[in-house]
């Protein structure tokens, strides 16, 4: 078993570990090769999260490998 085996949405770059379905933009399509990542704590407020065009708070991946 794998253990803490995160993965990013493919469309948001969301990072989740047990979700089927991602939290932010609904998509099922994840990867689990993806490199650095950002914290978004208030998305209202922050650069990235416009960038992303999330506006919820979460762990972001910066590079999708595959
Ligand atoms: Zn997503």
Do not use: H, Q
């Not at 493919?10 to 939290?23: A, I, L, Q, T």
């Not at 993806?34 to 590079?63: C, H, M, Q």
């Amino acid at each position: 078993m794998l253990m803490g085996k995160e993965k990013a949405c493919r469309k948001c770059r969301m990072v989740v570990e047990e979700e089927e379905k991602c939290p932010n933009c609904g998509e099922s399509n994840f990867t689990t090769f993806w490199r650095g990542y950002v914290v978004i704590v208030d998305p209202e407020n922050s650069e990235i999260a416009k960038k992303l065009g999330t506006t919820r708070p979460g762990k972001f991946a910066l590079r999708l490998s595959r």
